[in-house]
């Protein structure tokens, strides 16, 4: 075996702070190079790694790697992904805070495969998709994730929310995810094929509608295996404004399993108003 002093693991697409530890060791075998238990410190937290590498004479084989996080224990997790520019699916997916992590990842040369669950807390999800027709803006901070179509990427997650998970619908909706809240993605890179399934349901937040801010004060997501990005879409969200002659009004909008593509609220006040004098 090989003693590798001070060894740091720098995977940046998934973990954004340095994974350290003070000593490892590796054992190798013939074609074989293998750790096992290897305890490294990401920032407040801990992560512990198993290896595998092979290789077929001077080439890689492959690379296999498992991660996983003690009970209870979160690392910092910045996680970007999209679909090429131009495809059918148009989405980026960007996650950034807090989560344990029990991940199984594949590397060869022609193939990345990542298969996880994630418990998370104090984190962001952020989807930006076509299907709102609003994305009008480059995202330099973003893996795309096939830019070879020869080498394939697959993602196999499932996530469940804790505290302070925000989910945002740029730029139509911010909203807090309700705990224990599950949350199943996967994405093939050669067909561009994603899928989202998850029943979300909101404890407050905001929609952004006709450069008004409303307040949620019910909320709901519903992502299905089929049309998983374009999902049914239940709110009811308030305002409190003045009318014309300065007395108080609340206006409520409501939309009931309205597809994001679809979403045209109504509206309602109190005291009761025209749809003109509350628009």
Same mark, same amino acid.
């Given at each position: 075996?090989?003693?590798?002093?001070?060894?740091?693991?720098?995977?940046?697409?998934?973990?954004?702070?340095?994974?350290?530890?003070?000593?490892?060791? %590796?054992?190798?075998?013939?074609?074989?190079?293998?750790?096992?238990?290897?305890?490294?410190?990401?920032?407040?937290?801990?992560?512990?790694?198993?290896?595998?590498? %092979?290789?077929?004479?001077?080439?890689?084989?492959?690379?296999?790697?498992?991660?996983?996080?003690?009970?209870?224990?979160?690392?910092?997790?910045?996680?970007?992904?999209?679909?090429? *520019?131009?495809?059918?699916?148009?989405? @980026? %997916?960007?996650?950034?805070? =807090?989560?344990?992590?029990?991940?199984?990842?594949? &590397?060869?040369? +022609?193939?990345?495969?990542?298969?996880?669950?994630?418990? @998370? $807390?104090?984190?962001?999800?952020? /989807?930006?998709?076509?299907?709102?027709?609003?994305?009008?803006?480059?995202?330099?901070?973003?893996?795309?994730?096939?830019?070879?179509?020869?080498?394939?990427?697959?993602?196999?997650?499932?996530?469940?929310?804790?505290?302070?998970?925000?989910? !945002?619908?740029?730029?139509?909706?911010?909203?807090?995810?309700?705990?224990? @809240?599950?949350?199943?993605?996967?994405?093939?890179? !050669? +067909?561009?094929?994603?899928?989202?399934?998850?029943? %979300?349901?909101?404890?407050?937040? #905001?929609? @952004?509608?006709? =450069?008004? =801010?409303?307040? &949620?004060?019910?909320?709901?997501?519903?992502?299905? $295996? !089929?049309?998983?990005?374009? *999902?049914?879409?239940?709110?009811?969200? #308030?305002?409190? #404004?003045?009318?014309?002659?300065?007395? *108080?009004?609340? /206006? +409520?909008?409501?939309?009931?399993?309205?597809?994001?593509?679809?979403?045209?609220?109504?509206?309602?006040?109190?005291?009761?108003?025209? #749809?003109? $004098?509350?628009?």
């Amino acid at each position: 075996g090989v003693v590798v002093q001070n060894p740091v693991i720098s995977c940046p697409d998934y973990v954004p702070d340095l994974m350290k530890s003070d000593v490892m060791d %590796v054992v190798i075998r013939n074609n074989r190079l293998t750790v096992h238990d290897q305890v490294f410190t990401v920032k407040k937290g801990k992560a512990i790694l198993d290896l595998e590498l %092979v290789m077929d004479r001077w080439f890689l084989d492959y690379l296999k790697l498992w991660i996983k996080t003690p009970t209870g224990v979160t690392v910092p997790a910045k996680v970007n992904i999209s679909s090429n *520019p131009g495809s059918n699916s148009g989405l @980026t %997916v960007l996650v950034e805070g =807090n989560s344990t992590c029990d991940l199984d990842m594949t &590397i060869t040369t +022609t193939a990345f495969d990542l298969k996880g669950t994630f418990f @998370t $807390e104090d984190l962001e999800i952020n /989807i930006i998709t076509d299907v709102l027709g609003l994305q009008k803006k480059q995202n330099n901070d973003v893996i795309y994730t096939n830019p070879n179509k020869d080498y394939s990427v697959t993602l196999d997650m499932e996530l469940t929310t804790g505290q302070h998970v925000e989910l !945002i619908y740029d730029p139509l909706l911010r909203g807090l995810i309700a705990p224990n @809240t599950n949350v199943k993605f996967t994405f093939d890179s !050669i +067909t561009q094929d994603v899928t989202i399934i998850s029943d %979300v349901v909101l404890r407050g937040g #905001e929609v @952004t509608y006709l =450069n008004r =801010n409303f307040y &949620i004060r019910e909320g709901r997501i519903i992502f299905s $295996e !089929i049309n998983s990005l374009d *999902p049914l879409i239940t709110i009811r969200a #308030e305002i409190r #404004e003045q009318d014309v002659n300065g007395e *108080p009004v609340r /206006i +409520t909008m409501s939309a009931e399993n309205q597809r994001l593509s679809d979403f045209n609220p109504t509206y309602t006040s109190s005291p009761p108003k025209s #749809e003109i $004098e509350i628009m």
